[in-house]
């Protein structure tokens, strides 16, 4: 069970010489607030376990110790009422506000997480995407189109393992569109380093890759190589 959830249960079972009015005014806005917090920790916990399956989405084990965090902060609270403990409204509200900032914490992990995983990759292509428009190579429309429905992507992190399998979908479309720009051998390997910034001057005296500039003469537009 849902570990704020549990802890909502258990508010309502405080013994009954305790259940003066104001405090159960007290402790019905508490739990209500924790009803609310339990609601979102479910969602983040789905979350995390759908992105999980993403293998580049190292910062889910960041996301998935905070939700353990919040778990024992009510853990730690029921614990003091299954214990005989009496409603402390004080004690109460600090454990709520704990457990929303760690909530909130995990959010933003999660939404700046996802933001940059998808704007690396995003930007890792678009040189090759704009050196093989430019090069008018066959197959940049497809992979121009392949960028941009990862880019797609980046304001809206999965929240279901249905999600994240159709992220997984339009990501794999990438280096399918990369394998039909027909970059092959020598010339294929300087293409992808050149889009980099990674391609070394010696390169530009292999012939197979002076071959390749002189049928795509506008790929010497962009090229940046190092010495």
Known sequence: MNRIK????????????????????????????????AQRADTLREQSSAL???DAAEFVGSAR???TKVASRASA??????DGAGFDRKRADQTLTLINE???????????????????????????AEAATRATLPGAAGLNEAIELLDGWRDDPPRSR??????????ARLPTAIANLGLEGRAGRFMVDASNGRAKAKDLQDPDVLAFLELHPAVWAMLKVGL
């Not at 249905?162 to 990501?171: E, G, H, I, S």
């Open 102 to 128: 760690s909530l909130e914490q995990v959010s933003t992990t999660v939404t700046k997480g996802w933001k940059g995983l998808i704007e690396d990759q995003t930007k890792r292509y678009r040189p090759l």
């Open 6 to 37: 549990s802890l909502v249960a258990r508010m309502q079972d405080i013994p009954g010489k305790e259940q003066r009015a104001t405090q159960i005014q007290d402790m019905r806005a508490i739990r209500d607030k924790l009803q609310d917090a």
């Open 77 to 82: 609270l029921k614990k003091r009422y299954d």
């Open 65 to 67: 110790q905070g939700l």
């Open 52 to 54: 999980a399956a993403i």
């Open 162 to 171: 249905q999600a994240a399998d159709d992220y997984l979908t339009n990501a």
